[in-house]
């Protein structure tokens, strides 16, 4: 099994940036796909990028630049950067993993093994 811890949410002002991170322990060495989800109240969870242990990214179409996702192989752990924010990028973000290499996928179309409890981005 795997436990996933995020990090690096809070408040900020419109146009600020965040760092979130995630953390994996447990079976770690089993994963080969993470990616950051997010869902605001009332709204349906969507992808925001994905990072497979080939070094292979995608992103969410909203995010248009703005985020940069990277990840660390040998430590298994996941970073978002997050500039320019805007109101809409208010939600609970999500740290999610899974032990299949899902670069061929269409973001957003996969189905995690695990996620982690989140960490909250507000943007006023």
């Known amino acids: 099994h795997v436990q996933l811890v995020e990090s690096g949410g809070g408040s900020v002002q419109a146009g600020g940036s965040l760092r979130l991170s995630c953390v994996a322990s447990?079976?770690?060495?089993?994963?080969?796909?993470m990616a950051w989800l997010r869902q605001a109240p009332g709204k349906e969870r969507e992808a925001v990028a994905r990072?497979?242990?080939?070094?292979?990214?995608a992103y969410g179409e909203f995010v248009e630049g703005r985020f940069t996702i990277t990840g660390d192989k040998a430590k298994t752990t996941l970073h978002l950067q997050l500039n320019n924010l805007k109101p809409e990028d208010t939600a609970m973000y999500y740290c999610?993993?899974?032990?299949?290499?899902?670069?061929?996928?269409?973001?957003?179309?996969?189905?995690?093994?695990?996620r982690g409890q989140g960490t909250q981005v507000t943007v006023s």
């Open positions: 999610a993993a899974d032990r299949l290499n899902l670069a061929w996928a269409p973001l957003g179309s996969e189905h995690f093994d695990y």
């Open positions: 447990g079976d770690r060495d089993t994963i080969n796909t």
């Open positions: 990072w497979t242990k080939d070094g292979a990214t």
